[in-house]
């Protein structure tokens, strides 16, 4: 089945530094990822829609300029939390669709998730 | 995309079904309905999906009424590690990769 790998898993780090996180779908193409935030006890919920090859499109209220969003190949795209605060300590998640099998109905695939803690 | 409406919790005696309801009484013609499993701490999991007709898989089934305004996701034999949170999430299909919108779920407990 399809694989959406992310990584790390888990960070730490200090306040005001930058954190990388790393989303790869492993066995087919996604031209579209997404990034999901999940705070505790709450939902998923959308923070931007990554685009291979053009800009990220973010839902309202997420600083496009704070979570840098990178989908450079057709496999792999990136989300980097730039000056890191507390607030932004959260769980992360990725998830893609097959682009070369959009069969009606073909389901998302996401990643593990990344749980970032920013001290 | 259509509004679901799910319990927020349920309980299951392990190795008896998990019958698991959702709401859907909004949805279109072109809507899927989409079933995940959140596990504490992973990302979520595809669970199975369907239009009109019943679907089952080997993780599965889901039972979809007659007029699509409700249904049902069926595990089968549920086991400790089934304890998750269930997403019932209804969706137009355009043959474009577009995202999920995820409400708060049924927490379903498997109890030994």
């Known amino acids: 089945g399809a694989v959406v790998s992310q990584h790390p898993s888990w960070v730490i780090c200090k306040s005001g530094t930058s954190v990388k996180i790393e989303c790869r779908s492993l066995d087919f193409q996604a031209t579209t990822m997404f990034w999901y935030r999940q705070f505790p006890k709450q939902s998923l919920m959308l923070m931007a829609t990554s685009n291979e090859g053009s800009k990220a499109t973010y839902e309202q209220g997420v600083e496009k300029d704070k979570f840098l969003i990178n989908h450079a190949s057709l496999t792999l795209s990136t989300l980097t939390v730039t000056s890191a605060h507390p607030e932004d300590s959260s769980f992360y998640i990725c998830?893609?669709?097959?682009?070369?099998?959009?069969?009606?109905?073909?389901?998302?695939?996401f990643g593990n998730g990344t749980r970032l803690t920013v001290t | 995309d259509a509004k679901t409406t799910q319990p927020p919790s349920m309980d299951c005696a392990e190795g008896r079904a998990a019958n698991l309801p959702c709401n859907h009484s909004t949805i279109s013609g072109n809507e899927y309905v989409y079933w995940y499993r959140q596990i504490h701490s992973q990302g979520p999991q595809y669970i199975i999906h369907?239009?009109?007709n019943n679907e089952t898989n080997e993780m599965a089934s889901l039972i979809i009424t007659e007029d699509r305004k409700s249904s049902t996701l069926i595990l089968p034999h549920a086991t400790l590690r089934d304890t998750a949170v269930y997403y019932c999430?209804?969706?137009?299909?355009?043959?474009?990769?577009?995202?999920?919108?995820f409400g708060s779920g049924t927490q379903l407990t498997v109890l030994p």
């Open positions: 369907g239009l009109k």
């Open positions: 999430i209804v969706r137009v299909d355009s043959g474009s990769a577009r995202q999920l919108t």
């Open positions: 998830s893609a669709r097959d682009s070369l099998n959009l069969l009606k109905g073909s389901p998302l695939h």
